[in-house]
């Protein structure tokens, strides 16, 4: 079976907190995965890919094959980053199989 | 240009009548997308076009029915449709199908059946 599970409907930390949205998947062959956000009002925009391995925004993603996770971490969080994160998994088809989202909700 | 762009962005439709939404992209991306998303859920693949042919049909319900004119316009035309399907639309594009390029979105249409 090919499934993304986001544990987290709502994540909610202060401001300066470190912060990480979990993500785990399901898939029978070599996965590649994504960090999708949506801010408000915004379009669903890329945040991360496993295979590039960078950091944009503060946030970085380690792919764990043997947890079979992706999880997203960023050391200090920010009031902008309050939105909705999906992780995604694109199978060998190209289709994109999202989790069912987390909210982050960054207070001051 | 590297966006996808939709129109219109906000669409009511009553249970009779017949629409369609429109997305457009000038980036030469080969593999274009329809995407269903309801409130705070993820996006619901239905579609998928491929150098212009239907390459993917998530079992989608025939009010339902995708064109695509050329290589950057993708429609999606509308006909006789339930309460139920009132969410946002989004259209996305992608270099090629199936390989690692990423998918752009568009900001979406937010329809409303009554």
């Known amino acids: 079976a090919q499934r993304v599970t986001q544990p987290e409907k709502l994540l909610s930390v202060f401001k300066g907190a470190p912060v990480e949205l979990k993500c785990n998947y399901s898939y029978s062959g070599s996965p590649e995965l994504f960090w999708y956000v949506q801010y408000s009002r915004q379009r669903l925009q890329l945040l991360l890919r496993h295979i590039s391995r960078e950091s944009i925004k503060g946030f970085t993603a380690d792919l764990n094959k043997g947890e079979t996770s992706f999880h997203l971490k960023k050391p200090f969080a920010q009031e902008e980053d309050s939105a909705m994160y999906y992780c995604a998994l694109r199978n060998q088809g190209g289709k994109l199989i999202f989790g069912q989202g987390t909210e982050l909700s960054v207070k001051p | 240009d590297t966006e996808v762009t939709q129109t219109p962005k906000h669409l009511v439709m009553g249970m009779t009548n017949k629409k369609s939404l429109k997305c457009e992209q000038h980036m030469g991306h080969r593999a274009m997308y329809w995407y269903k998303q309801k409130a705070k859920k993820p996006p619901e693949l239905m579609f998928v076009?491929?150098?212009?042919?239907?390459?993917i049909n998530e079992s989608v319900p025939s009010r339902f029915s995708p064109e695509c004119p050329n290589s950057s316009l993708l429609n999606l035309h509308l006909h006789a449709l339930q309460p139920e399907d009132s969410a946002l639309y989004l259209c996305?594009?992608?270099?090629?199908?199936?390989?690692?390029?990423?998918?752009?979105f568009g900001p979406g249409t937010r329809l409303t059946v009554t």
């Open positions: 076009y491929s150098y212009e042919k239907l390459s």
């Open positions: 996305a594009s992608s270099q090629e199908p199936g390989l690692t390029y990423e998918q752009y």
